[in-house]
């Protein structure tokens, strides 16, 4: 990536951006365990000049109209979540993949505000890289739900019950591939088969595997 004199890439000439979105204060203020982690993330993203935005209840922020980077934590963590962080050459190897069925989206992770003011500059890198690659229209290539292994007990499920093949088939992608993988991750036959059954009502609802 091209720098400009004061080391910021070139691709922010003229967008620079530090205005905090007053939709977004609430998620700051109120009460929780990574507050301190959260104000201090806000200040690194708005540093990398991108735009804050509300999304899903947390604070979002993109570039060119394009989502970036995502705040949200959990009970042991919070998290900086890159949406395509799988473009991102992690030379630090800090980006962790969620679950085996997320493709495009890696998160950095952080229990103590100390942890976040010693990598800053990381921090900002990846970020820019982030942008970068929105900037130049970078794509992640998905894999097809057709791609994922249909294991044998549910194929014989599908083929016993047309009605609950056609509701499958019916499931958006990724609910498909959630069901897929889950069902396959049985190591014995009858494990994989009772999950199948247990499933096969919320399949029938049109739900996912969470809903």
């Not at 080391?7 to 003229?14: D, E, I, S, V």
Request: with cysteine; charged share 25%.
């Amino acid at each position: 990536m091209r720098l400009s004199s004061k080391g910021q890439p070139l691709l922010f000439k003229n967008l620079y951006c530090k205005k905090m979105n007053p939709k977004v204060d609430f998620f700051f203020r109120k009460p929780g365990p990574w507050q301190t982690e959260f104000i201090e993330l806000r200040k690194i993203a708005l540093d990398c000049h991108l735009v804050e935005e509300l999304k899903w209840g947390c604070p979002c922020y993109t570039f060119q109209n394009k989502n970036v980077i995502l705040l949200h934590g959990f009970k042991k963590y919070c998290a900086l979540l890159f949406f395509k962080g799988a473009l991102l050459n992690d030379s630090k190897k800090i980006l962790v993949q969620q679950t085996q069925n997320v493709q495009a989206a890696r998160q950095m992770r952080f229990t103590q505000l100390s942890e976040i003011l010693r990598q800053k500059n990381t921090i900002k890198k990846y970020i820019y890289e982030a942008a970068a690659a929105e900037e130049k229209g970078l794509k992640i290539v998905l894999k097809k739900t057709t791609e994922y292994s249909l294991s044998e007990e549910f194929q014989a499920k599908l083929s016993q019950m047309p009605r609950l093949k056609k509701a499958f088939y019916a499931l958006t992608p990724g609910r498909q591939r959630g069901y897929l993988l889950f069902f396959s991750k049985g190591k014995q036959s009858k494990t994989r088969e009772a999950r199948i059954e247990k499933y096969i009502p919320h399949i029938l609802s049109g739900k996912g595997l969470n809903d």
